[in-house]
């Protein structure tokens, strides 16, 4: 007994030290900073922030072209992941890093569920690599619903003001909570610099065929065009692909569903068909 509690306090009193050696913060205080920046409710946990505090330290060991670099860092600013590339990487590699060492006692009491463990790291590895794409593609498809009302809006008051700026603050005031929040980034980088070039970050940030189409046409006005053809053109086009959507959509039903649907349909069927056998019932007992 007394051997294993020297134990422990040797160990806490080494890691202690190891953490003041590595200038390691408290957890409370990486807690706090990843809180700080999360749009999501979800707090983060202390292996979250542990982990998280690894992925900083081997950060500058993670390799990556300048390229996939930049293209990472514009999908994490999008999805509103306040990480550096090599740092989300990092974070990959060491959460599934720590599932893969559960390998080790596998291997010594049952080998065969060593090979469960090592296909359950991999699959950590890759959803937590492509959480970003994952968390874009939703915001994406919640803008592009919205596209055809923002669509729609803008044909009617080019008939009045071409100003693109003054259309996108009214029409912000109205949107929804994402596309409201970029428009709120686009605003601001209109008033400090060009026109063009915000709304091509725009584009960039989101990387949506239907909101490219969209900027194509504001730049066009910008540029002097007529735009009310192409954004009559552009609406018809995007109440087509709505409603595909909306038929898409309607035919993931699941079949319990249609099950159900058809139950309810021979109930209301029964329920017509004995009021009326009652009633000739009821008149043919009054002949008799």
């Known amino acids: 007994m007394t051997a294993i509690i020297l134990g422990c306090g040797v160990g806490f009193g080494l890691y202690f ?14 807690k706090a900073i990843m809180n700080m920046g999360r749009e999501d409710k979800k707090l983060t946990t202390v292996i979250e922030s542990t982990i998280m505090d690894l992925a900083i ?20 600013s999008a999805a509103g992941i306040k990480m550096a590339p090599e740092c989300y990487i990092a974070y990959a590699i060491l959460k ?29 590895f890759f959803k937590e690599s492509r959480k970003a794409e994952e968390r874009l593609k939703v915001k994406r498809e919640e803008i592009e619903s919205e596209l055809p009302r923002f669509v729609a809006t803008i044909e009617q008051e080019l008939k009045a003001s071409r100003d693109v700026l003054t259309m996108l603050e009214n ?4 949107a929804g909570e994402l596309f ?27 990387n949506s065929p239907q909101l490219s189409d969209v900027v194509r046409g504001l730049i066009s006005i910008i540029r002097g065009d007529n735009g009310i053809m192409y954004f009559q053109m552009l609406s018809h086009d995007f109440k087509q692909s709505e409603l595909r959507k909306l038929k898409a959509q309607a035919q993931k039903i699941p079949p319990k569903i249609r099950v159900f649907s058809f139950v309810l349909l021979v109930c209301f069927l029964a329920t017509y068909l004995i009021i009326m056998a009652m009633q000739i019932i009821d008149s043919l007992g009054v002949m008799f």
Do not use: H, Q, W
Request: hydrophobic share 55%; with cysteine.
């Open 171 to 174: 029409y912000k005031k109205n």
């Open 57 to 76: 330290k081997a950060a500058k060991f993670v390799p990556m072209d300048v390229y996939k670099k930049n293209r990472l860092s514009a999908t994490l």
């Open 96 to 124: 599934a890093g720590l599932v893969m060492l559960a390998v080790i006692p596998c291997l010594l009491v049952l080998p065969l569920l060593s090979v469960v463990v090592v296909l359950l790291a991999i699959m950590i």
């Open 180 to 206: 409201a929040s970029e428009l709120n980034i686009t605003c601001a980088d209109m008033r400090s610099g060009g026109y063009e070039a915000a709304l091509m970050r725009l584009e960039a940030r989101l």
């Open 17 to 30: 030290i190891l953490a003041d050696l590595l200038k390691i913060p408290y957890l409370k205080t990486s």
